[in-house]
Nanobody, 124 residues
């Protein structure tokens, strides 16, 4: 089992920045080799945002490329999502995810573990 705990969500004005964190614990050596972020609005499907593996390889959704940066403290099994130039359409619940590979953590159906989610609200 892997437990994922997010923090850092909140309310920000358009153009502002937020930094999300996600700490993993439990059987992290294999099941949290790769970590990522998804987001979901009420009534919509959960969508991929960004992912990173222990080697530092990253993957981003086109909608956040150039604005969001994912990083990871491997020793602490913690990942971060720095979100800059935020837009009202970035308003969602953001979920931390983990899986065994970068490819797996970038697809909703192959994510192994989920965090509880943290609300991000961007006002116009």
């Amino acid at each position: 089992q892997v437990q994922l705990v997010e923090s850092g969500g909140g309310l920000v004005q358009a153009g502002g920045s937020l930094r999300l964190s996600c700490a993993a614990s439990g059987r992290t050596s294999s099941s949290a080799y790769a970590m990522g972020w998804f987001r979901q609005a009420p009534g919509k499907e959960r969508e991929f945002v960004a992912a990173i593996n222990r080697m530092g390889a990253t993957k981003y959704a086109d909608s956040v490329q150039g604005r969001f940066t994912i990083s990871r403290d491997v020793g602490k099994y913690t990942e971060y999502l720095q979100m800059n130039s935020l837009k009202p359409e970035d308003t969602d619940i953001y979920y931390c995810a983990s899986a065994g590979t970068l490819a797996s953590v970038a697809q909703v159906w192959s994510v192994g573990y989920w965090g509880q989610g943290t609300q991000v609200t961007v006002s116009s």
